[in-house]
């Protein structure tokens, strides 16, 4: 499978991003996806993920109540709704697609995502 984020640009303090991801390649509507983010000198670290049929969500402590995740199985497209957003949001953002198929929980293991999209940077200014 083949993941193209797009969204990523430069926003001021408080301001509002919305990441896109699009897939191909695989019968995509049948995975869990998740997005993950890595700031500049730090690892990989899981922002929130969604379930194949859109029933479960999960999210990183520190973006729950500002991130929500929803994804469009006709359009094979997921997409990241980011508000409030502070400078500490400063990373590239990932999409990434999972291993199994119809697993109801999103994983928050890097691990268990076997397909990654290419990163798009997302800055927040002060």
């Known amino acids: 499978v083949q993941l193209q984020a797009s969204g990523g640009g430069l926003v001021q303090s408080g301001g509002s991003l919305i990441l896109s991801c699009a897939a191909s390649?695989?019968?995509?509507?049948?995975?869990?996806t998740g997005w993950f983010r890595q700031a500049p000198g730090k690892g990989r670290e899981f922002v929130g993920g969604i379930s194949w049929n859109s029933k479960r969500t999960n999210y990183a402590d520190s973006v729950k109540g500002r991130f929500t995740i929803s994804r469009d199985n006709a359009k094979n497209t997921v997409f990241l709704q980011m508000n409030s957003l502070k400078p500490e949001d400063t990373a590239v953002y990932y999409c990434?697609?999972?291993?199994?198929?119809?697993?109801?929980?999103?994983?928050?293991?890097?691990?268990?995502?076997?397909?990654w999209g290419q990163g798009t940077l997302v800055t927040v200014s002060s």
């Open positions: 990434a697609v999972g291993g199994q198929a119809l697993v109801a929980v999103p994983s928050m293991a890097y691990n268990e995502y076997n397909y």
């Open positions: 390649g695989r019968a995509f509507s049948w995975y869990a």
